[in-house]
């Protein structure tokens, strides 16, 4: 099983760039596609970005289509979400996932096909 521990939230201005990350520890830790989600007061669990095993095949929500990034180094066994020019509306919970069944192969962005969860890490942008 992996393990997973994001880090990197924090309060911003709106237009500030802030980067996560996301530790994978455990057996083939960087063998899966991560993905990232995020949570605000009230609302649903949103799907945010995804990059499969290897950082060959990345897919993303529209709401932060062009403004963030997600990447991955195998070597630290870390994901990352770089995000630029934030919105209040981006001020959420943000999780990293994993999907088993994308070990070496394939992506995911339904909440239905997580199995495992970080704890989050907060942020929240002031306008």
């Known amino acids: 099983q992996v393990q997973l521990v994001e880090s990197g939230g924090g309060l911003v201005q709106a237009g500030d760039s802030l980067s996560l990350s996301c530790v994978a520890s455990?057996?083939?830790?960087?063998?899966?596609?991560v993905g990232w989600f995020r949570q605000a007061p009230g609302k649903e669990r949103e799907f945010v970005a995804v990059?499969?095993?290897?950082?060959?095949?990345?897919y993303y929500g529209d709401s932060v289509k062009g403004r963030f990034t997600i990447s991955r180094d195998n070597a630290k066994n870390t994901v990352y979400l770089q995000m630029n020019s934030l919105k209040p509306e981006d001020a959420a919970v943000y999780y990293c996932?994993?999907?088993?069944?994308?070990?070496?192969?394939?992506?995911?962005?339904?909440?239905?096909?997580?199995?495992?969860w970080g704890q989050g890490t907060q942020v929240t942008v002031s306008s």
């Open positions: 455990g057996h083939a830790a960087s063998a899966y596609a």
């Open positions: 990059i499969d095993w290897n950082g060959s095949n990345v």
């Open positions: 996932a994993t999907d088993y069944r994308t070990r070496y192969s394939g992506i995911f962005y339904r909440e239905s096909e997580v199995d495992n």
